[in-house]
């Protein structure tokens, strides 16, 4: 299985920037397809962006198209998410899951289909 860490939350004004890191541990991260989501305070747990296994594909949602920036670095086992052009309406809690993909090359973008995650990272935007 693999451990899964994220890091880099915080508090920044609107219109600023952040980028979270998933750092993993255990088995090999290269196998694994990776995610981001986020949960509000009284809002269920919404898809942010996926990645593929090598990282050639990606997929945001579409509120984040633009502004969020997913990738990875295989040899650091880490993932990271650049969040730009911040808004009050992206405070939550950001986690990073992991899936493993056989196949390669997938990207998901549904809670269920990940077999791991993160503790998750509080992200706080003022306005």
């Known amino acids: 299985q693999v451990q899964l860490v994220e890091s880099g939350g915080g508090l920044v004004q609107a219109g600023g920037s952040l980028r979270l890191s998933c750092a993993a541990s255990?088995?090999?991260?290269?196998?694994?397809?990776m995610g981001w989501f986020r949960q509000a305070p009284g809002k269920e747990r919404e898809f942010v962006a996926a990645?593929?296994?090598?990282?050639?594909?990606?997929f945001y949602t579409d509120s984040m198209k633009g502004r969020f920036t997913v990738s990875r670095d295989n040899a650091k086992n880490t993932m990271y998410l650049q969040m730009n052009s911040l808004k009050p309406e992206d405070t939550a809690v950001y986690y990073c899951?992991?899936?493993?993909?056989?196949?390669?090359?997938?990207?998901?973008?549904?809670?269920?289909?990940?077999?791991?995650w993160g503790q998750g990272t509080q992200v706080t935007i003022s306005s």
């Open positions: 255990g088995r090999t991260f290269s196998s694994y397809a």
């Open positions: 990645i593929s296994r090598g990282g050639g594909s990606t």
């Open positions: 899951a992991a899936k493993e993909d056989f196949w390669g090359n997938r990207v998901f973008t549904t809670a269920a289909h990940y077999d791991y």
